[in-house]
Nanobody, 121 residues
Framework: QAQLVESGGGLVQPGGSLRLSCAASGSIFSINDMNWFRQAPGKEREFVAHITWSGGSTNYADSVKGRFTIFRDNAKNTAYLQMNSLKPEDTAVYYC??????????????WGQGTQVTVSS
């Protein structure tokens, strides 16, 4: 089994920046891809960003293109979400999601516990 642990959330003023981290640990054979989702109060969880682990290809929700960057550190089994030019509408709980193959060769989608990002003056 694997676990995902997020960190880096907090309170930031509009226009500011935050970097979220998502560290994968446990019985990992390979990481296939990682994603960030977010859920604002009263709204459904929505896709934010995606990265393939081997090639590093990325794609983003239209609402964050040009402001957010997803990248990874293969050696640390960690994905990051660099968020710049933050807006109040970015306020949400951010969740990391990983498509991971365990050493048992079972392939599972894992979720982290979420980290709160609040953009407010």
């Amino acid at each position: 089994q694997a676990q995902l642990v997020e960190s880096g959330g907090g309170l930031v003023q509009p226009g500011g920046s935050l970097r979220l981290s998502c560290a994968a640990s446990g019985s990992i054979f390979s990481i296939n891809d990682m994603n960030w989702f977010r859920q604002a109060p009263g709204k459904e969880r929505e896709f934010v960003a995606h990265i393939t682990w081997s090639g590093g290809s990325t794609n983003y929700a239209d609402s964050v293109k040009g402001r957010f960057t997803i990248f990874r550190d293969n050696a640390k089994n960690t994905a990051y979400l660099q968020m710049n030019s933050l807006k109040p509408e970015d306020t949400a709980v951010y969740y990391c999601n990983g498509d991971i193959t365990a050493t048992s060769r079972s392939r599972t989608s894992y979720w982290g516990q979420g980290t709160q990002v609040t953009v407010s003056s």
